[in-house]
């Protein structure tokens, strides 16, 4: 039960993946989260987490089985902190 010391969003695992991948992320302080996943085109395709979040490390896996191969990305937003990561689904 350790709090991070800093915000941070890792690499999905697996990456490329088929059909669902696991992204983790880590939240310093009590923060309103979001963490969204978008096509290459900037369109939201999926919103997994949206929500005010305790400080501790998350894991939240995305099932994109009805969704079509190709680059996706998830961003990770914190009130003044955001990251966004590329990820790829292969089927």
């Known amino acids: 039960n350790e709090v991070p010391n800093q915000f941070s969003l890792?690499?999905?695992y697996p990456n490329p993946f088929?059909?669902?991948?696991?992204i983790r992320f880590n939240i310093k302080d009590s923060r309103f989260t979001s963490l969204k996943?978008?096509?290459i085109l900037g369109r939201e395709a999926a919103t997994l987490v949206n929500?005010?979040?305790s400080p501790g490390k998350y894991e939240v896996d995305w099932?994109?089985?009805?969704?079509?191969?190709?680059?996706y990305y998830?961003?990770?937003v914190a009130t003044d902190y955001t990251e966004t990561k590329?990820?790829?689904l292969i089927k």
Do not use: H, R
């Not at 088929?18 to 696991?22: A, F």
């Open 63 to 71: 099932n994109a089985s009805n969704y079509p191969s190709g680059v």
């Open 18 to 22: 088929n059909p669902s991948t696991i």
């Open 37 to 39: 996943v978008f096509d």
């Open 74 to 76: 998830y961003k990770l």
């Open 86 to 88: 590329k990820m790829v």
């Open 10 to 12: 890792s690499q999905n």
């Open 51 to 53: 929500e005010q979040l």
